[in-house]
């Protein structure tokens, strides 16, 4: 049973438009929210977090939105930069640090 | 400063052997965890540390999997009697006290495994 779900194994957006890359989940239980961001080769980098309280953060580029009701969250990039291309991850954790992660969007940002 | 540090970065062994995969977190976390991903899939939680306190092991897939966590600081993942399914990147991730979930994870560049 996959409880973090990334429906869409690929985008393909252009150079300074927005990038939305969407994650679904089952656990209600789930009380914290993270995006990763991974190139080849390389482990995930951290990108940006959301607590369950929120409905939305913002950093810089990036913006997390959290559904609740919908179990939904998506992850906004805008002005989106080739340098953005890579595998993104929602992860997902009941409160304690075990993380459950989706199966990854390959973004590609065409110049 | 200085990352998450796995060793080794490449492991490539015949079936049935043992394989050790090292961790070195970054200094001052209290929390290291261990995950995998097998090709195309995201990452599968293994176990985790976090302190003094039992690991949290349900990630396990078999008891030929088991990990340690000596001085509260380098971690080793040991798969004995490897098998073919065993082949993937092995991840490992610190973190400041975990517990609420809150504390981002930063991730080693992996170990990839590849079982003949």
């Known amino acids: 049973d996959q409880q973090v779900k990334q429906n869409s194994p690929s985008l393909s957006v252009q150079e300074g438009r927005i990038s939305i890359l969407n994650c679904d989940y089952t656990?209600?239980?789930?009380?914290?929210f993270l995006w990763y961001k991974k190139y080849p080769a390389e482990g995930p980098t951290f990108l940006i977090s959301i607590s369950s309280i929120k409905d939305k953060n913002e950093d810089g580029r990036f913006t997390v939105f959290l559904n609740k009701s919908a179990k939904h969250l998506s992850l906004h990039i805008v002005p989106s930069q080739p340098g953005d291309s890579a595998v993104y991850f929602c992860a997902a954790s009941e409160g304690t640090g075990k993380l459950i992660f989706g199966q990854g969007t390959t973004l590609q940002v065409k110049p | 400063g200085a990352g998450v540090s796995q060793s080794p970065s490449n492991k490539v062994t015949e079936k049935g052997k043992d394989v050790e995969l090292r961790c070195d977190p970054i200094s001052g976390h209290t929390a290291l965890y261990w995950y995998r991903q097998s090709l195309g899939q995201g990452l599968e939680f293994l176990i985790y540390f976090q302190g003094n306190s039992a690991p949290d092991k349900s990630g396990l897939p078999s008891d030929r999997f088991s990990a340690e966590r000596t001085g509260g600081s380098v971690s080793t993942l040991t798969i004995q009697r490897t098998q073919q399914e065993d082949s993937a990147v092995y991840l490992c991730?610190?973190?400041?006290?975990?517990?609420?979930?809150?504390?981002?994870?930063?991730f080693g560049d992996g170990t990839r495994l590849s079982i003949l």
């Open positions: 991730a610190s973190s400041w006290e975990s517990g609420t979930g809150g504390q981002p994870q930063h």
């Open positions: 656990n209600s239980m789930f009380d914290y």
